[in-house]
């Protein structure tokens, strides 16, 4: 896309330079009910000046003006992981947000040394996109999604959209069963997306979402959002998740993958076993690098 229409779609997005977004402090649980801000990352809910429908799997390039006078040139990419309504019917979109050492670390409340601030800021941003392909999530029977990290960014969107679908009446035949196979370094990250997940377990009267999460060298005693949510301390074993996964599923599957490289490589080379009619693999544009654990 060149710069003219690029310069078209952000003027659009963002009449009078008034959209906002707010910064907060992801804050998780752990069993004993006591609340803790994470350092690592942050949800920034944006609101566009326009109308805008965030589709599963979408993501939008963020610029923050407040970040001095050059950050009008540094423009980043994030998934739009769930959107609501605010009281007067606009659009917001929530991304998550990882904090690494340039950009996002400005733009963090918490500061690993100081402990920074826990409260909700709200500033100005300049929102371009959404971008990225819909995915054809209503033409299968079965979803199978795996992630690493902050690779669930990507995913959740997708699962959202399925159940926004399902409320609609819209594809009451479409995805049967949806399966999450989640691994992280710490699980304190399950916090990244806890309120949405136990939102949409909630909402899952028909008990079609599963959820597993692989935690590799970590005792974190976080809250689990949901009884339907399994938690294994080891690595993510991808091609017999995929080999038993594909032995239950009636139908066609569409296998989403947003996770490190050496894991898509293991589900590209599981998935080949498979015909195209009966497994739909597509890897998100993001791949998440290998994880630090930290905050
Ligand atoms: C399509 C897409 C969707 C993404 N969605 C998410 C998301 O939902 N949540 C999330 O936490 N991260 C997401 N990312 C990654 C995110 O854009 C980068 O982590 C962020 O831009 C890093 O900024 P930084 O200056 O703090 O990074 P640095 O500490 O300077 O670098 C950290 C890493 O980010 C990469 N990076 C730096 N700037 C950019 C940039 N402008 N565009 C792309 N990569 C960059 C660097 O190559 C490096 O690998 C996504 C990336 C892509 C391509």
């Not at 500033?123 to 209503?138: A, F, H, M, T």
């Not at 669930?152 to 399966?179: C, D, K, P, W, Y």
């Amino acid at each position: 896309m060149n710069n003219l229409t690029r310069v078209l779609r952000i003027t659009y997005r963002n009449v009078r330079l008034t959209s906002t977004a707010i910064i907060q402090n992801v804050v998780y649980a752990d069993l004993e009910e006591s609340r803790t801000p994470l350092s690592d990352a942050m949800h920034i809910h944006i609101q566009p000046t326009r109308p805008c429908n965030f589709r599963g799997g979408q993501f939008v390039y963020l610029r923050f003006p407040h970040l001095g006078w050059n950050s009008i040139f540094q423009t980043h990419p994030f998934y739009v992981s769930w959107s609501y309504k605010d009281k007067q019917g606009g659009d917001i979109g929530v991304c998550i947000v990882e904090k690494k050492r340039g950009f996002t670390k400005q733009l963090a409340l918490v500061d690993t040394v100081t402990g920074g601030s826990n409260k909700p800021v709200k500033v100005k941003v300049l929102i371009e996109g959404p971008y990225g392909k819909r995915l054809p999530v209503e033409r299968h029977q079965n979803i199978l999604l795996f992630a690493t990290g902050i690779g669930i960014a990507g995913l959740t969107s997708v699962v959202g959209e399925v159940f926004q679908n399902r409320h609609q009446h819209q594809h009451r035949q479409a995805a049967g069963r949806i399966t999450l196979f989640w691994e992280l370094n710490t699980g304190r990250h399950i916090a990244w997306a806890s309120d949405f997940w136990g939102e949409l377990l909630t909402q899952d009267v028909d008990r079609k979402l599963r959820i597993e999460i692989y935690i590799k060298d970590d005792e974190s005693r976080i809250q689990i959002p949901g009884a339907r949510v399994q938690v294994h301390r080891k690595e993510m074993p991808v091609e017999q998740l995929i080999q038993s996964e594909m032995r239950s599923n009636k139908g066609s599957t569409l296998m989403c993958v947003c996770a490190r490289d050496a894991i898509c490589v293991r589900v590209r080379g599981a998935a080949a076993d498979y015909p195209d009619r009966l497994l739909d693999l597509k890897e998100l544009e993001f791949r998440p690098g290998t994880q630090k654990t930290s905050g």
